[in-house]
């Protein structure tokens, strides 16, 4: 069956360490997003790709980039963590036009910047 | 004034019992809109989309008002598997893309 998965599912790093977390999903979907979840916040958007080689800055982008250099995978970097990036993290993706549909997500990857 | 708004709850209700949520969005030229469900430590799901229609699937009902800009999810015989927070989520279309979701209203159905 196709899926979304991410990597790793639980994550404790320290201060200034670069860090990145895997996305891949295989339902051959061109759009991918990068969103974190935070008590009192919905998911907010930090990056989001249309396809291959494209891609956007969402609401809290800051400290964050991706690249798309295939259709399956969208994975998120934190250049240098802060303590404020402590949240789940959660990839999704949709098919159809630039984001206009339904979006399936990932399982989430809890990050604790220490 | 946030784009989408939603009562966080939570709402408390018996099994058996008809719950109703709303959510509210601030720009007019929004164009679809969804029903997401995200039990505890999980993703979100999508539970139904919204048309301007209204739509059902089962026990739930979904309701458009584009002139008072709001959103409805109607939950019939809630059941205990029906406890969960229920997140709106609004698409945008006005120059480039964007999604927002609520920030969730909590339920909690109880035996």
């Known amino acids: 069956d196709a899926e979304i998965t991410q990597s790793p599912r639980h994550k404790i790093t320290e201060t200034g360490r670069q860090v990145t977390l895997a996305c891949h999903q295989t339902?051959?979907?061109?759009?991918m997003f990068w969103y974190r979840q935070d008590l009192g916040h919905g998911l907010r958007l930090i990056h989001y790709?249309?396809?291959?080689?494209?891609?956007n800055k969402g609401e809290v982008s800051d400290g964050y980039s991706v690249s798309r250099s295939n259709t399956e995978d969208l994975p998120l970097t934190l250049e240098s963590a802060a303590s404020s990036q402590t949240s789940v993290y959660f990839c999704?993706?949709?098919?159809?036009?630039?984001?206009?549909?339904?979006?399936?997500f990932g399982p989430g990857t809890r990050l604790t910047v220490l | 004034r946030k784009e989408v708004e939603q009562d966080p709850g939570p709402f408390n209700v018996p099994e058996g019992a008809t719950v109703a949520f709303n959510c509210t969005y601030s720009n007019s030229a929004s164009q679809s809109f969804f029903w997401y469900r995200q039990d505890c430590r999980k993703e979100p799901k999508l539970l139904m989309s919204?048309?301007?229609s209204g739509n059902e699937d089962g026990r739930f009902t979904a309701q458009l008002n584009r002139a008072s800009q709001y959103i409805s999810l109607l939950i019939r015989d809630s059941k205990l598997s029906d406890s969960a927070t229920y997140l709106c989520?609004?698409?945008?279309?006005?120059?480039?893309?964007?999604?927002?979701f609520g920030a969730g209203t909590r339920l909690f159905v109880k035996a």
């Open positions: 919204v048309y301007s």
């Open positions: 339902w051959n979907h061109n759009n």
């Open positions: 989520v609004v698409n945008t279309r006005t120059g480039g893309f964007k999604t927002i």
């Open positions: 999704a993706s949709s098919d159809g036009d630039r984001g206009a549909d339904e979006q399936f």
């Open positions: 790709s249309y396809g291959v080689q494209d891609t």
